[in-house]
């Protein structure tokens, strides 16, 4: 039985071994543009088609994985608000939790300007211009320039702004329909899967297009681009950290009493667990486990742990907006306070559903930007090396703000048992990590009986 049991467990730690690899060719890539950039700056230049070219494939499955996570997003909706009080609160911290951390990127992006002084556009011909249009439309035009010709058009023609639209129409239909719908919400599950798969490949030709574009602005700019890059890193990580420690630490603190230190080292072998995987989406069943022994409600955090990975995402907010300033102020194209707000409103919608997805941040970053600024488009091949190396602070944040959100709906809805909670992260009732592996056994254990006696499997 045991052999058995390792034999089924084998198959994952092989993925998070092949998601090490591409990480590491990433930063070998990186390496390679660096040194190729500052060895021989003019034919480095013309390597930015590799970049072009990666980002470019990025931009192909833009609207798809738009379309899929905004319809799963408020199929998901639908099924908190089924819950009543629980999904409401939940949905409504989440929401106004992303919006803060959206906010937060904004500010932090203006007052840092990490991009300022590339002058990009004047080293690098983008071709991103050529997808702008002919000077501003009139309110009229842009109302009307979101719908499109025909329901399926949308998810062709390029344009965000109607692929999101159309995404809305479609999955608050499913959401009137009730039960109904389901089998086309299950249809749609199964197309994301193939959407994240596409993404998933994609992202494997990531070292190519970071080793492109590293080369390129390295080539055109010498140890500015460094900078700036490290620059926006550091700024990133420091953001990340205030917003976890300061922001949400406070209310946590306020609302419960609980002290947020104390709570993330309860969930130190989940944090560990992101760093080697990059993704938070690998911690979920440890959370899930982690806050019932702490003294959450079962029904508590089976509503807001799910809920909150696809609506809470503190980090990746964080990160599309600080990233979206990055660029324009790179191609000397700095966003106005009115496109500012308005990509933030766009990014609220658009950043949802997408937890744990490798590469849908560039996607949804490419997306915005191409919905506001196409003229920026191709600035999204400047991060892509960085964007791997921040991928774990967006998932660690994403993680820390659904673990202080689960606490404070508990609290807020009276399913908190707080003398439980206060000895579990005293040390007084340790977690038992064998727990998780004995419930995974019986269930297996389970399984083989019935197979055994002819009953259907689960």
């Known amino acids: 039985m045991s052999s058995s049991a390792d034999a089924t467990v084998a198959p994952p730690a092989a993925k998070r071994d092949r ?10 890539g990186m390496l390679l543009g660096i040194a ?8 480095a230049v013309k390597l930015k088609w590799l970049g072009t070219g990666f980002v470019s494939l990025i931009k192909m499955m833009i609207t798809p994985v738009i379309f899929c996570t905004i319809v799963l997003g408020i199929g998901s909706v639908r099924k908190a608000a089924q819950v009543g009080k629980v999904g409401g609160l939940a949905l409504g911290y989440f929401v106004s939790m992303s919006t803060v951390a959206l906010a937060i990127g904004l500010v932090v992006g203006n007052l840092v300007h990490p991009g300022a002084g590339l002058h990009l556009t004047k080293e690098l011909a983008a071709s991103g211009q050529k997808q702008v249009g002919e000077g501003h439309a009139s309110t009229v035009d842009f109302v009307l320039g979101l719908i499109p010709d025909t329901l399926v058009s949308s998810l062709t023609a390029g344009s965000v702004l109607q692929a999101l639209l159309v995404a809305l129409l479609v999955g608050f239909a499913l959401q009137k329909m009730g039960r109904a719908g389901e089998p086309v919400l299950a249809g749609i599950k199964h197309f994301e899967r193939v959407v994240f798969r596409l993404m998933a490949m994609i992202m494997y030709a990531a070292p190519i297009g970071a080793f492109g574009a590293m080369a390129a602005v390295v080539g055109a700019t010498g140890i500015d681009a460094l900078k700036s890059l490290f620059q926006v890193m550091v700024a990133f990580y420091i953001t990340c950290f205030l917003f976890v420690f300061v922001v949400l630490g406070t209310i946590l603190k306020l609302v419960t009493g609980v002290n947020v230190f104390s709570l993330l080292r309860y969930l130190g072998r989940e944090f560990l667990l992101i760093l080697s995987t990059s993704s938070s989406e690998s911690a979920l069943p440890r959370l899930i486990a982690k806050m019932e022994h702490a003294g959450v409600s079962r029904s508590v955090v089976g509503i807001t742990v799910p809920t909150g990975y696809s609506f809470n995402l503190d980090g990746t907010a964080i990160y599309l907006t600080m990233a979206s300033l990055f660029i324009a102020d790179a191609m000397d194209k700095p966003l106005s306070l009115g496109q500012q707000i308005s990509l933030l409103l766009f990014m609220i919608i658009a950043s949802k559903g997408a937890a744990g997805v490798t590469g849908a941040g560039l996607a949804t970053l490419a997306g915005g930007l191409q919905s506001h600024r196409p003229d920026l488009v191709d600035g999204v091949g400047f991060i892509v090396g960085i964007d791997r190396m921040m991928s774990e602070a967006r998932a660690l944040t994403n ?40 419930a995974d056994q019986d269930e297996r254990d389970e399984e083989l009986e019935r197979t055994a006696v002819g009953e259907p499997a689960r």
């Open 19 to 28: 998601t090490h690899y591409l990480y590491f060719a990433v930063v070998i």
């Open 36 to 43: 190729v950039g500052f060895i021989a700056p003019d034919f």
């Open 399 to 438: 993680f820390a703000g659904n673990s202080i959100a689960t606490v404070l709906v508990g609290h807020w809805v009276g399913e908190l048992d707080r003398p439980r909670l206060d000895a579990v992260l005293a040390g007084d009732l340790p977690f038992d990590e064998a727990s998780m592996v004995d």
